[in-house]
């Protein structure tokens, strides 16, 4: 697939991910949840992964800190290619789960912002003593310093009192006071790779904005690129360099934010768009609903994946064969037989 970034203009490719295949093991049988994944995250840029739920958006994440559970099966030819900070490319998928240079790699290189921070603070330890384990574990650094770079990190992410907020309990800070410190946590290490994966879902709209701007500022301050996972994407739209479309465990459109906002191709990338509430519209404006649900894994689709919920679907061509991806512009590709011929 084409990359959707512009090399000489954005830096160094930090992660190229090729042909990503990742499996479960269930008692029903062998469920397919990513099925020939491509993109790449340059350094300093955003890509947006976008998709309903069960397209394969976190578990394709989830496989490049190698935090998949224990059922997962990466399929072969799946590459994740990831360049370190002193320059090593290293080949994800050949690591050991649990190995020390994985561990290394999780929260020095690349960190994580979960959707609810509460399920990953401990409720026994001080919000300030989290930070700081998590500052001694990746820099080289004394307790005293480790605490006023906790402190510092609590002010530069927009806690106020920092100070007594470090002493203080997850259970005692507001929904948008954990996020803020999740992300406190996330940075402590300077990690080449920020992956937020639906960061501001639990969070009310003023508070969203304010995360949202919070994390580019510290983007442009820190250098480090992002892959920002969400269902909304009005929430993309502020944030995104590039897009990635996720359907039932594949990409099926993917370009920079001008191309999937004011050029989208894929029925589904359109319907997803038509569902975003318009203002201006009047008062009477009806919601355009993407109709059925997203397939089992376990039922998946003859053909291209979306026929069963597409108004465009081709009878005997979307239903049978499966679409090759198009190349539409140089970082715009869409798989979908109406932009084969």
Same mark, same amino acid.
């Given at each position: 697939m084409g990359m959707t970034t512009n090399e000489s203009n954005n830096g160094y490719h930090l992660l190229k991910v090729k042909d990503?295949?990742?499996?479960?093991?269930?008692? $029903?049988?062998?469920?397919?949840?990513?099925?020939g994944v491509n993109f790449s995250v340059d350094q300093g840029r955003t890509l947006g992964i976008v998709g309903e739920s069960g397209s394969g958006k976190s578990v394709s994440t989830q496989a490049i800190m190698r935090l998949l559970p224990k059922n997962s099966i990466i399929g072969k030819g799946s590459s994740i290619e990831l360049t370190r900070k002193d320059g090593e490319?290293?080949?994800?998928?050949?690591?050991?789960?649990?190995?020390?240079?994985?561990?290394?790699?999780?929260?020095?290189?690349?960190?994580?912002?979960?959707?609810?921070?509460?399920? &990953?603070?401990?409720?026994?330890?001080?919000?300030?003593?989290?930070?700081? $384990?998590?500052?001694? !574990?990746?820099?080289?650094?004394?307790?005293?310093?480790?605490?006023?770079?906790?402190?510092?990190?609590?002010?530069?992410?927009?806690?106020?009192?920092?100070?007594?907020?470090f002493k203080q309990y997850p259970f005692e800070l507001s929904g948008g006071m954990r996020q803020r410190a999740m992300i406190a946590?996330?940075?402590? &290490?300077?990690?080449?790779?920020?992956?937020?994966?639906?960061?501001?879902t639990a969070l009310d709209v003023t508070i969203q904005a304010q995360v949202l701007e919070?994390?580019? !500022?510290?983007?442009? !301050?820190?250098?480090?690129?992002?892959?920002?996972?969400?269902?909304?994407?009005?929430?993309?739209?502020?944030?995104?360099?590039?897009?990635?479309?996720?359907?039932?465990?594949?990409?099926?459109?993917?370009?920079?934010?001008?191309?999937?906002f004011y050029h989208a191709k894929h029925?589904?990338?359109?319907?997803l768009l038509n569902a975003i509430p318009r203002i201006g519209k009047g008062k009477n404006q009806r919601l355009v609903a993407i109709e059925g649900q997203v397939p089992s894994p376990l039922a998946r689709p003859r053909g291209c994946r979306f026929h069963t919920r597409c108004q465009q679907m081709i009878p005997g061509r979307c239903d049978v064969d499966v679409p090759r991806i198009t190349q539409i512009s140089e970082n715009h590709t869409v798989n979908c037989f109406l932009y084969e011929d």
């Amino acid at each position: 697939m084409g990359m959707t970034t512009n090399e000489s203009n954005n830096g160094y490719h930090l992660l190229k991910v090729k042909d990503l295949r990742i499996s479960f093991k269930t008692d $029903e049988g062998i469920i397919t949840a990513v099925d020939g994944v491509n993109f790449s995250v340059d350094q300093g840029r955003t890509l947006g992964i976008v998709g309903e739920s069960g397209s394969g958006k976190s578990v394709s994440t989830q496989a490049i800190m190698r935090l998949l559970p224990k059922n997962s099966i990466i399929g072969k030819g799946s590459s994740i290619e990831l360049t370190r900070k002193d320059g090593e490319v290293v080949e994800i998928t050949q690591l050991k789960q649990n190995g020390r240079k994985i561990r290394s790699i999780r929260g020095g290189d690349v960190a994580v912002i979960f959707q609810e921070p509460m399920s &990953s603070f401990s409720p026994v330890y001080t919000i300030g003593n989290q930070i700081m $384990e998590a500052i001694l !574990e990746h820099r080289d650094v004394s307790k005293q310093e480790a605490q006023e770079i906790a402190i510092d990190l609590l002010d530069r992410v927009g806690i106020p009192n920092p100070r007594q907020r470090f002493k203080q309990y997850p259970f005692e800070l507001s929904g948008g006071m954990r996020q803020r410190a999740m992300i406190a946590v996330a940075l402590s &290490s300077h990690p080449s790779l920020l992956i937020a994966d639906e960061p501001t879902t639990a969070l009310d709209v003023t508070i969203q904005a304010q995360v949202l701007e919070m994390m580019k !500022e510290l983007q442009n !301050e820190f250098g480090m690129a992002i892959i920002f996972i969400t269902h909304n994407l009005g929430v993309i739209a502020q944030i995104a360099d590039e897009i990635a479309v996720m359907y039932l465990g594949e990409v099926v459109e993917q370009g920079s934010r001008r191309d999937i906002f004011y050029h989208a191709k894929h029925p589904y990338t359109i319907n997803l768009l038509n569902a975003i509430p318009r203002i201006g519209k009047g008062k009477n404006q009806r919601l355009v609903a993407i109709e059925g649900q997203v397939p089992s894994p376990l039922a998946r689709p003859r053909g291209c994946r979306f026929h069963t919920r597409c108004q465009q679907m081709i009878p005997g061509r979307c239903d049978v064969d499966v679409p090759r991806i198009t190349q539409i512009s140089e970082n715009h590709t869409v798989n979908c037989f109406l932009y084969e011929d």
